[in-house]
């Protein structure tokens, strides 16, 4: 639903009714994973996307019904042999769509949900998609990790519903939980789509170099928070990183420190060593490598010849690294694009990233047999 937010937002403050279309589930390759939106707003125009144009349309005018009706759908798109005129997918998935009705009246919290995913506070939604009672349809609780507005219908399903919550939010995760149809665990009747919303990942680029900069343009451009870190002022400027969100001038293996004490790095962080240089690579990836659990950084990549790569290999040693830590190391950094300059390089560190992520191999599309899109995987692989 970022995609669309403001789209949101600007309908529901002026009191209009917008249709607001989700993506809930997908079955093998599908274009878009749950939590992609499109909405229809009160003036008839649209924003976002559900599958990259193959049923828009569709979901267009399925929209415009639910805000004349004022009643949510839950709608199957997938391709269809039996009809090849039918509205589908023409990857051969198949999504599930769920459209709803949003404006003050049906969706009152709206307003603090919006500011809280602008500034980067946990929240998620939680809407009933599938119940055997149609009234039971559209209705949400609002999830925070020390507070829930709303309610799904009765105390042991709002009860439920928000424990089980708790968990997808924590780690930033779209999911359908199923329930019985009072919330009843272990039971099937009621379907409840949870979206939520974590602050972006960060990625930390280290060295301010002209690779750094091509490298956080990329890492903005896949949903990071870049911050480039360099110890030297000279380099270090907000002019030289515009596409950054935050620049800092300070020895990288103290920030990164610091960056841990303030428990603002975890498992889906990025970590990119640009510097080549072992004054500056060498502490900051003895404190990265050794670093396990919700701490340890989803990527940690370092640049450099192959030559530097076994000399810092070698350093890291001689500080204690043994070879275990070097599990997922990613050095030389990047996928094997054969670029030179820095923007190629940049992607394909940044193509490094995504495949590790969503369990790609790296390969070209036309060698491999298996489904295009990732299907419907919420949460990376882990590379450890």
């Given at each position: 639903?970022?995609?669309?937010?403001d789209d949101v937002?600007?309908?529901?403050?002026?009191?209009?009714?917008a249709?607001?279309?989700?993506?809930?589930?997908?079955?093998?390759?599908?274009?878009?994973l749950?939590g992609?939106?499109?909405?229809?707003?009160?003036?008839?125009?649209?924003?976002?996307?559900?599958s990259?144009?193959?049923?828009e349309?569709?979901?267009?005018?399925?929209?415009?019904?639910?805000?004349?009706?004022?009643?949510?759908v839950?709608?199957?798109?997938g391709?269809?042999?039996?009809?090849?005129?039918?509205?589908?997918?023409?990857?051969?998935?198949?999504?599930?769509?769920?459209v709803?009705?949003v404006?003050?009246?049906?969706?009152?919290q709206?307003?603090?949900?919006?500011e809280?995913?602008?500034?980067?506070?946990?929240?998620?939604?939680a809407?009933?998609?599938?119940h055997?009672?149609?009234?039971w349809?559209?209705?949400?609780?609002?999830?925070?990790?020390?507070?829930?507005?709303?309610?799904?219908g009765?105390?042991?399903?709002?009860?439920?519903?928000?424990d089980?919550v708790q968990?997808?939010l924590?780690a930033?995760?779209?999911?359908?939980?199923?329930?019985?149809?009072?919330?009843?665990?272990?039971d099937?009747?009621?379907?409840v789509?949870?979206?939520s919303?974590?602050?972006r990942?960060?990625?930390?680029v280290?060295?301010a170099?002209?690779?750094a900069?091509?490298?956080?343009?990329?890492?903005a451009?896949?949903?990071?928070?870049?911050t480039?870190c360099?110890?030297?002022p000279?380099?270090?400027?907000?002019?030289?990183?515009?596409e950054?969100?935050?620049?800092?001038?300070?020895?990288?293996?103290?920030?990164?420190?610091?960056e841990?004490?303030a428990?603002?790095?975890?498992?889906?962080s990025?970590?990119?060593?640009?510097?080549h240089?072992?004054k500056f690579?060498?502490?900051?990836?003895?404190?990265?490598?050794r670093?396990e659990?919700?701490?340890?950084?989803?990527?940690?990549?370092?640049?450099?010849?192959?030559?530097?790569?076994?000399?810092?290999?070698?350093?890291?040693r001689?500080?204690?690294?043994?070879?275990?830590?070097?599990?997922?190391?990613?050095?030389?950094?990047g996928?094997d694009?054969?670029?030179?300059?820095?923007e190629?390089?940049?992607v394909?560190?940044?193509?490094?990233?995504?495949?590790?992520?969503?369990?790609?191999?790296?390969?070209?599309?036309r060698?491999t047999?298996?489904?295009?899109h990732?299907?419907?995987?919420?949460e990376p692989?882990?590379p450890?």
């Amino acid at each position: 639903m970022r995609d669309v937010l403001d789209d949101v937002v600007s309908a529901w403050e002026e009191g209009g009714v917008a249709g607001l279309a989700t993506v809930v589930n997908t079955i093998r390759s599908a274009p878009r994973l749950p939590g992609a939106a499109m909405v229809v707003l009160p003036d008839g125009s649209a924003a976002g996307s559900v599958s990259g144009g193959c049923v828009e349309g569709a979901v267009y005018e399925l929209s415009e019904e639910v805000v004349a009706t004022g009643t949510p759908v839950l709608e199957r798109y997938g391709f269809s042999d039996d009809d090849a005129f039918a509205v589908g997918l023409t990857c051969g998935g198949i999504i599930d769509v769920f459209v709803e009705p949003v404006s003050r009246e049906t969706f009152p919290q709206f307003g603090t949900v919006a500011e809280d995913i602008r500034h980067g506070r946990p929240v998620a939604v939680a809407t009933v998609i599938e119940h055997p009672d149609p009234a039971w349809l559209g209705r949400r609780l609002v999830v925070r990790p020390d507070t829930t507005e709303g309610t799904l219908g009765n105390d042991h399903a709002d009860h439920a519903v928000a424990d089980d919550v708790q968990g997808l939010l924590a780690a930033g995760t779209n999911a359908i939980l199923a329930y019985g149809p009072e919330g009843q665990r272990m039971d099937s009747g009621m379907s409840v789509f949870v979206s939520s919303f974590q602050p972006r990942p960060r990625m930390i680029v280290f060295g301010a170099i002209d690779f750094a900069a091509a490298v956080a343009r990329q890492g903005a451009l896949i949903g990071y928070h870049v911050t480039v870190c360099d110890a030297r002022p000279l380099f270090a400027t907000r002019e030289r990183f515009k596409e950054a969100d935050e620049v800092v001038v300070s020895w990288p293996h103290r920030y990164l420190q610091r960056e841990l004490d303030a428990g603002r790095i975890d498992n889906r962080s990025v970590v990119c060593v640009l510097t080549h240089d072992p004054k500056f690579d060498v502490p900051v990836l003895d404190i990265a490598l050794r670093l396990e659990g919700r701490q340890r950084p989803f990527y940690i990549g370092a640049m450099g010849s192959r030559r530097t790569h076994e000399d810092r290999l070698e350093r890291l040693r001689e500080v204690g690294l043994g070879e275990e830590h070097f599990a997922g190391f990613h050095s030389p950094i990047g996928l094997d694009l054969r670029g030179r300059t820095p923007e190629e390089t940049a992607v394909a560190i940044a193509a490094e990233i995504i495949a590790l992520r969503w369990g790609g191999s790296g390969r070209e599309l036309r060698s491999t047999g298996h489904d295009i899109h990732a299907e419907g995987r919420q949460e990376p692989v882990s590379p450890h």
